[in-house]
């Protein structure tokens, strides 16, 4: 006689149904709108400013010249994107390196930790702007110091969310683990990692847009190249059209690479509570 088998969910656990495709467009759509509804206000807004002549035209650049120097110059505007891309990112995987391993190093050595951390909080404190001339001095005006400008920018928030998501492991976890007979390197791996990652990737967020400030602070103090020339150029010769589509275009720079560790974050954390559909949150 066959037996079939059926799968029982344990006492006291429901099971849950996993979201449909529509379920995530319609979230999509419900965390999207108010942003885009702000960014539409803010453009009308600008519009009218522009077009009842609040302010000249060498002030605030109208959306119409702004957005027709860009496509009168989406080559110049590309080559240059481009390269403050790259330097953004070069900085951004840097600063991503050295934060998690010196993270991890303070983590497990107090001494280090108590001896690294002032001089961190130290050279956070020092406007970069200040220290990049001296990058331009000992590098060149190469990418290289808009690089490491991008790296100390990003660097601190990545070094200080890691240090908090790896002391936030339940001490009880750990003892668990030794008990069990697990090294440290399996402990790290299997229990601070992934309780570290929630942490991580909201100093990634904070980083990834300060990569993109840091490469343009380098930008400003020397260089021939980037989005950071294109509008020290632009305001040098009063040019608002061009100006402001350097801005903008910095601006959705940031936005991309926020995005994407954004995306990055779904697909890797799949089970925190933040990336649930049925979250619980205050809605308006």
Do not use: C
């Amino acid at each position: 006689m066959a037996v079939e088998s059926a799968q029982v969910a344990p006492a006291g656990v429901a099971e849950r149904d996993r979201p449909s495709t529509a379920e995530r467009a319609l979230k999509i759509i419900h965390q999207a709108w108010r942003p885009v509804a702000l960014l539409a206000l803010l453009f009308v807004a600008w519009w009218v400013v522009t077009a009842t002549e609040l302010v000249e035209p060498y002030l605030v650049a109208s959306p119409g010249d702004t957005f027709a120097v860009i496509a009168e110059k989406s080559d110049y505007f590309w080559d240059n994107t481009l390269v403050t891309a790259w330097e953004t990112i070069a900085g951004f995987v840097i600063s991503i390196v050295i934060g998690v391993l010196t993270a991890v190093i303070m983590v497990y050595s107090t001494t280090i930790e108590r001896t690294l951390y002032p001089l961190l909080l130290f050279a956070q404190v020092i406007p970069k702007i200040a220290i990049a001339p001296l990058f331009v001095v000992w590098l060149g005006t190469d990418l290289a110091p808009k690089i490491v400008v991008a790296v100390l920018m990003a660097f601190f928030p990545i070094v200080i969310s890691m240090v908090t998501g790896l002391k936030s492991v339940d001490p009880e976890m750990l003892q668990l683990s030794a008990t069990m007979g697990a090294g440290p390197a399996k402990t790290f791996y299997k229990i601070r990692l992934p309780a570290s990652l929630p942490h991580l990737f909201s100093g990634l967020k904070i980083g990834a847009t300060l990569a993109v400030t840091g490469a343009v602070v380098g930008e400003f103090v020397g260089a021939n190249e980037g989005l950071g020339y294109v509008i020290q150029q632009a305001n040098g010769n009063f040019d608002t059209p061009v100006l402001f589509a350097g801005l903008i275009i910095m601006s959705l720079l940031g936005v991309v690479l926020f995005a994407l560790v954004e995306l990055l974050e779904y697909f890797v954390l799949p089970w925190h509570a933040s990336r649930r559909i049925d979250a619980a949150t205050t809605s308006l």
